[in-house]
């Protein structure tokens, strides 16, 4: 097994670790962890799928997906701090108050 065969492996893993963590947390910042964890995954997996095949357009898409993740991580901590200062609770199943 070559070391672009284990990349994918660890991908994997990764991505499965952050995709239990979401389905099975209830703490608000944790999901949001494992959902970078997914992402990190993805990403770790599309440059060693550009590294095997000998193109850019993974990379490209890396780039993409890390301009996502600031853009989810910022407007998602801001909703978890509106509902912190409001419920003083990070509990997701708290989060329907905020609708109030």
């Given amino acids: 097994m070559d070391s672009n065969n284990l990349f994918l492996v660890l991908g994997a893993l990764i991505f499965v670790v952050g995709a239990t963590g979401v389905l099975l947390r209830r703490n608000a910042l ?11 995954s993805v990403n770790l997996s599309l440059i060693t799928l550009s590294r095997m095949w000998g193109n850019l357009e ?8 890390m301009a996502v993740a ?3 991580v910022a407007i998602g901590l801001a909703i978890l701090i509106a509902h ?6 990070i509990n997701i199943e ?3 108050l905020l609708r109030n």
């Fill in 30 to 40: 944790i999901i949001f962890m494992c959902v970078e964890m997914m992402l990190n």
């Fill in 58 to 65: 993974g990379q490209i898409f890396v780039f993409v997906i």
């Fill in 70 to 72: 600031a853009a989810e």
């Fill in 84 to 89: 912190n200062r409001h419920v003083r609770n």
């Fill in 94 to 96: 708290t989060l329907n």
